[in-house]
């Protein structure tokens, strides 16, 4: 049986260090759906469908990545899709007790879904898609932090704001 | 390909929180690997072969789960075992920042081994080796804590030490 | 003389996780206030006479408890009661540093005012009022989490958004 | 009915930290009851006497304040005291993690038993007992750190050492 | 060489354990310059002349230190007056993850320029802007926490508000 | 005036991420003092002159890095050596709260003397001299951990235990 795994996530912008995640969870399962929340209870900065593109621009010659965008309850989205295991990436100690404590209501929602968590390469320690934004709204070099069509997508949306 | 997983530890003894992440492991996994560290730095309470049967014992009923003990590095048995993916339990965030020095240090040393993090459930977070040790050690009832065969060897254990 | 102890929140919606510590507290001291934070900064789901009566309406059996609303500093409101005691529920190491100063601020303003912790149950370690106002607003089911009469007002006020 | 309190450690040497914390416990409690461990599993450096003596000593005024050494389960001692109550006090999120541990797993070895837990004053938060032990080994000046028996009594401690 | 550092914050308003960090950093540099971001994203509640002149009223017997605001990248800032390290203060973990995150996020946007974090003295570590100024809203005494310009000035905010 | 800095630690053996350390601490300090703990607490891998020689021959061309031993308490220490300031390598949320409280002791004890915590570089972030002991106990490669020198001598001590 085919085993997919879903990665969720805002992705706003998608940086390097999410990256790296996808191609090592992609490594393990058949099938690695990269989910794009549409409503998340933060402010974006790019729509959901540039969201979309970013992350399947750079995981095109990939074929066993797909890219989507999800509404609704992480775990019902999970099952409809035939999947059985949510990966998310761990930083910090912060990250940590926020995703134990959705990973736990997660399990209470629906028990035949588990959560794997992959710790995040120590090169992307501090990478996040906050700190993407700010250091791009003032003017700061990202380059070495997303993939280029992030970094000129970045460099076109604060331009316009001046 | 099979999917091979390993969940090393010292299992000295095997505790139901244990019991409960091997279980949840093999559901997504073809083959799980128990790795009982053979000669781990701390003094033991249960030499090797006994640490291994009284797992051995409990799993017996299913057929994706293999106990073995192990010695050396640990990326070097999991490569030995055509295995790709290291499992450990988290609990808490004193667990969090200890495994993500291995998990970091194990991919230095073979960053073809990926590690995955499952969170502990809540019914088991207080729950340890070490302190199942310490209550048996004193009398008190670990029935609800682990399975009845290790249950029975800790009364023999600690009653023989009278 | 009678000991009070005051058990201070939003409670925007009350949880079972809540309504474990209101019941345990109380098995302590000769009197519980529930007090619930009348102004908080946070934007409300319920109005505070909402908040209150969902509280009343599942502590009604027992007659040490009191359930009021408060506004102003807190440790003027717990000596207002006659009380010498704050009760709060710790959950994960987050919370542990904001009410570690929290509890140490209030000693300043108020020496003769003691901060109780109580460690959330394990069955509820996951859990917040947040968690709820989420899951019940993407039309999952919280019944095993808030007490009923909750549920049902937490299903009139998201079906009558719709 | 009379609120029995029991403050269990092993205190080698009792700091005015605990001092503190036993004082302001005093406060809530009919009776408190200092708790002294007869055998932790740490090496000690004053024996089990020596250590209920200093705190005897110091706590002599206060008639609520009871000073006893223990052996075995802490909730049977606590049990066997007619005491429903355990206090702990919280320095830092180190201690957090193990202390919750603790906690839950003394519910589920007796529900009737609570657990709460104490801020350390601020004034106390880098002090414990082993910092204690280390200065005073290096002849450094801890006379701010303990009360004044404690003091000598280190002083003996490690002159006769030399 | 004259060795310059620059402590960077919102000083909303500037706190005794601000003052403290101030003084104590001034002693061991040549210069330390207290930068005043201008446009930070939280709301504010002194503009920022104020911020400013309530840290050099206090500071202006000083002279080793002087205020300034500044905007944009913080590490332009810092290179742009000839400095080559930041100062911060840390209090507890919460705090540190975030430093932690901006220190390393700094360093890889200039090598050349490197982060020194200071522990806030006991006395203060429950102390924040935040708290400050959630107190001084609900007429609480913060004589205590804030230098007196600064009490005076939270006076007069709230009490114009009223 | 000359603005010396000591950097502690027991380096049993000195670690890729210590040097980095040093490195950036000289940059800042007119000297910087490598102070290595004469008979720390754990049982040590290397004696004292050889963990002297492992870091002098890999600073033997910075002039400004002095390596030493020290016994005893290190404010004493330090205040022996004309130096005003201890540097501290932060790396993880353990290592922050045991380095807070001995800040926090060492200012009690000398309030002359500040600690300024530089984070360890996030290509360091996992590694310890426990972690290199133990890998190449169990002959694995720690060529990229350590420098050359310190390779040579692990690899020295494990085959003459074998």
Chains 1, 2, 3, 4, 5, 6 share one sequence.
Do not use: C
């Not at 795994?5 to 490594?27: K, M, Q, S, W």
């Amino acid at each position: 049986m085919k085993k997919i795994a879903v990665y969720p996530g805002t992705f706003d912008p998608v940086t390097n260090g999410h990256l790296d995640l996808i191609h090592r969870g992609a490594v393990i399962f058949d099938e690695l759906i990269v989910a794009v929340t549409k409503h998340p209870k933060k402010e974006l900065l790019f729509p959901t469908d540039e969201r979309i593109n970013m992350i399947r621009d750079t995981m095109k010659s990939n074929g066993k990545i797909i890219v989507e965008s999800f509404d609704g309850l992480l775990v019902d989205y999970v099952k409809s899709k035939g999947a059985s295991v949510i990966i998310r990436g761990l930083r910090a100690v912060s990250d940590f007790e926020l995703e134990l404590a959705m990973a736990l209501m997660n399990r209470k929602l629906d028990p035949g879904i588990e959560t794997f968590f992959m710790m995040t390469s120590e090169l992307y320690s501090y990478l996040s898609s906050g700190v993407v934004r700010e250091i791009a709204s003032l003017s700061g070099d990202v380059s070495a932090l997303v993939p280029d069509i992030v970094h000129q997508m970045l460099k076109d949306k604060f331009m316009s704001d001046e």
